[in-house]
C-alpha cells in the first residue's frame, strides 16, 4: 500500500486521476450518459496537460497521460454504477 501512495505522490499523478475522473463524470451527468463523449474529453485533457508540460521544458510523461485516462475510466464506471 505504501508504493501505491509513493507511486500517486510522485509527479503529482493522484491530481491526474481526480482531474479525469471529474471531467468524464461531469460530463456523463451533463451530456445523460453519452460514453464517447466523456472518453474523448479525458483523452483530449490528458494530452493538453502532457503538451502543456513538454512546452514548459518538461518531457512528455506517459505515465502521467495514462493515469488521467485511468481517471477517466474510473469516472465512468462510477458513473455506470450510480445511474
Avoid: P, Q
Avoid at 23 to 40: D, K, Q
Avoid at 70 to 83: E, K, M, N, S, W
Amino acid at each position: 500500500m505504501k508504493k501505491i501512495f509513493e507511486f500517486l505522490k510522485k509527479s503529482n499523478r493522484y491530481k491526474h486521476l481526480i482531474g479525469g475522473f471529474i471531467v468524464a463524470f461531469y460530463l456523463l451527468v451533463l451530456s445523460m450518459g453519452h460514453y464517447f463523449c466523456a472518453a474523448f474529453a479525458v483523452f483530449v485533457a490528458a494530452s493538453c496537460l502532457e503538451y502543456k508540460d513538454k512546452e514548459h521544458g518538461c518531457t512528455w510523461d506517459w505515465i502521467d497521460w495514462i493515469c488521467t485516462l485511468g481517471g477517466g475510466l474510473i469516472g465512468i464506471l462510477t458513473y455506470l454504477i450510480i445511474f
